[in-house]
């Protein structure tokens, strides 16, 4: 909501803060939680799938797709806050084009990675595939609104990054 009455005022400063600090929250929602899913993602596979048919063995694989999953979460999130950015603006044209190099990126490295890393290449896909969507519709946004805090938004990812690792 804040980002549509900011939009409807024309109020670029004001879209562009709210932007900026709702991306910042996303990341502070985020990142831990990839990275804490990353670190422990195995134990929890295990206590929660391995009985029965599904072995060790299983718990290793579904571990590996989890942390290539986890590379992407933080996008995956900012990818629906600046579409919603866009149509706040009344453009749905760039996000539906960005979806579109999106969906041919990802059948790209869907291909590309399913040969070398089997079914890890499709999820570390499916990660590339949302940051790219995400870095893109960015550049969109920063085009039509200008910049975005940017450099504040790499100091928040690096700060919650390094507490999160410290955490683990």
Not at 39 to 54: K, Q, S, T
Not at 112 to 132: D, E, K, Q, R
Request: hydrophobic share 55%; with cysteine; net charge positive.
């Amino acid at each position: 909501p804040a980002l549509s009455r900011a939009a409807v005022a024309a109020d670029m400063g004001a879209l562009k803060t709210t932007l900026s600090a709702t991306l910042r929250l996303v990341l502070l929602l985020t990142v831990p939680p990839a990275l804490w899913l990353a670190g422990v993602g195995a134990p929890v596979i295990a206590m929660l799938y391995e009985h029965g048919r599904f072995v060790a063995a299983d718990t290793a694989q579904t571990a590996g797709a989890l942390v290539m999953y986890c590379v992407g979460l933080p996008a995956f999130a900012g990818v629906g806050l600046l579409t919603r950015a866009f149509y706040a603006l009344g453009d749905t044209r760039k996000p539906v084009q960005a979806s579109f190099v999106s969906v041919a990126l990802n059948l790209a490295l869907n291909l590309a990675l399913m040969g070398p890393l089997h079914h890890l290449g499709l999820a570390l896909s499916t990660s590339i595939t949302a940051i790219a969507n995400f870095l893109q519709l960015a550049f969109y946004l920063r085009r039509k609104v200008g910049p975005l805090e940017g450099r504040r938004m790499l100091g928040t990812l690096a700060r919650v990054s390094l507490a999160s690792v410290v955490a683990l």
